[in-house]
Every structure is written in C-alpha cells, then in structure tokens.
C-alpha cells in the first residue's frame, strides 16, 4: 500500500472511525452494486403519509482491495397506514472520487427534517447542502459555512426546521443542548452551547418549530408527564412519560422512542396533542421499519415495504 493510501487509510480511521477495505471477492464480478440497505424513516408527514429512504452502493476492486465508486440513495413517500404502491420513488445517485474505504456515505439525507415537500441533504466533503424535493431525481446544491468547534462529522446528522425559515441541527448531550443554526439563504451554519434568550429551551427533550413558533417538549418528572411548550408557555400535557424515552419532532408529529415507538400529533392552531389522531406505533428493528396499528409486537396488523416495495429493484 502507498503513502496515499495509508494517508487516506489514517484519515478514515480517525474522523469516520472506518477499518481496514475487505479483500476483494474472487466469486464476484467487480464493480457490482450492492443490494439495498440502511432503510430508514426521515419524517412522519401527515395522518397516513411517511418518507422512508434506502442506499445501495457501487463497489469496484483495486489491488485486491474494495473501494467506492458511486452509491445511489432512494426516497420514498409511502401510506403507513394501508400498504399500496409508494406515491412517489426516486434515487439520486453520488460518485464518490479516491474513496477506497466503505463508512457511512457522504451524501446522507438528514433525519427528522421535512418542509415544503422536501428533505434535508448534505454532502459534507464538498460543504454543501440541499433540498430534495419529493417527485424529483436532481438536488440544486449550495455551499455551506460551519463555525462549530465540534466536528460536522457527528453535528450534523438531526435537524428541524427553526424560525424564520432557518434549520435547527441538533445534539443533546445528558446536561445540555450543542445546536447549530443554519442559514439556507447565507450558507452559514453557526453553532451554540445553549440558546441564550430562551433558557427554557435548555430542559426539552426536543426542539422544534411549529408555525415559526419555538416548541418543545418536557419530562415533568413529578406529574410523570409531557408538556407541550410553546413560546415558553405550557399549551398541553400527555400522559407519554413512560420512563423517561425519547421524543423526537416530525414537524407536528412527535415519536416516543420506545420499545415501540408511538407516532402523536400536535394541532397547528390550538397547540395542544390531537385526541383524534388514530395512533401508529413504529418498530424501528425491521429496515424498512414496521407500522403497527396497536402497541401489541405480536400482532399481524402491520404494514412494512420491502426495497422491492419501494424502488421495484
């Protein structure tokens, strides 16, 4: 191996926390694409629409070694709540150049963030982000600018959309929020260890923006609630406590990270939990994930796409 190559082979270790490439396969005719993988959810989107999305990768051999020559990443909106054909599957494919080590890709769509019938992406090697918009195959990418003293590697991976049409990138730690805010008219991403002004916000569990209004929601450990704060305001409170799970904003939705993962919903004109919305619960264990109808593991009424489902290939 090369100086360039044991260069890049310390690189990767050291900011994607990679190994060693696998030898290459002599059974196998290189390149070949692998089969679909990583199937995820993005975002709730209303009463019965999701976004799931999915990789496949190009892999060639060099020097009895693999390497990443392109992947391709497929969005997908289907109904969660009565399996039938997706409303709409397309891939965007990304050539990756000198890349001969397989980590996490980098063109990646951010996860919990959905707005204007588009998600979040970003290609972090080439600093530059966009936003994909359901029903099309092509992203119009712009550079970005981050100011953080934390590596974008790990910041920018959860986002949600903020005031004044700005994006929220957000990582909890156990005592604090470390947030960073980016422009999508300037390109800059600026970073902040607490949101000054608005203390309250340090406490939530999650932060959104609803109707470009600051909401979040909060363990309330003594009434073994959630509230629903917006504005700083208590608007309502649940029943979700549950010992202590995660809650994670899907634009108006909220999910209770759980053994299985509740799906609620929050009124956009009174701000309070949404009694009427017919619950879904979410198992995350399956790729693509699983949508049941009640928070029993062991029924049969659920519905899951296959990447067959999703992209018919």
Known sequence: ??????????????????????????????????????????????????VLSADKYKIAC???????????????????????????????????????????PYFKIIGNYFKDSSVLVIDKPNKTFGFWKIGTSSIKFDKYSYSGTYSEYYDLNEASPWVDGNILFKNRTDTAWQVAVLNPKT????QYDSFKGYEWLNECRDITSIENKRACVKFNRETESVELIVDGKITDTSSLYYGLPNI????????????????????????????????????????????????????????????????GW
């Open 187 to 190: 390109g800059k991403i600026e």
């Open 62 to 104: 060099k020097d009895n070694e693999e390497f990443l020559v392109s992947s391709r990443t497929g969005l997908s909106l289907v109904n969660y709540r009565i399996k039938q054909k997706p409303l709409s599957a397309d891939t965007f494919s990304y050539n990756f150049e000198g890349v001969y080590f397989l980590f996490n």
């Open 248 to 311: 994670i904003f899907n634009g108006n939705y909220i999910i209770k990270r759980a053994y299985l993962s509740e799906v609620c919903k929050i009124g956009t004109k009174n701000f309070k939990f949404d009694n009427d919305f017919a619950p879904v619960w979410i198992d995350y264990y399956y790729n693509p994930p699983r949508f049941y109808k009640d928070n029993s593991k062991n029924s049969d009424d659920f519905v899951q796409y296959t990447y067959e489902d999703l992209f």
């Open 1 to 50: 191996m090369n100086f360039k190559r044991i260069l890049l082979a310390v690189l990767c270790i050291a900011m994607y926390g990679c190994f060693r490439p696998d030898e290459c396969d002599s059974s196998l005719f290189y390149p070949y694409w692998s089969e679909w993988t990583k199937g995820r959810l993005i975002s709730i989107i209303d009463d019965s629409l999701a």
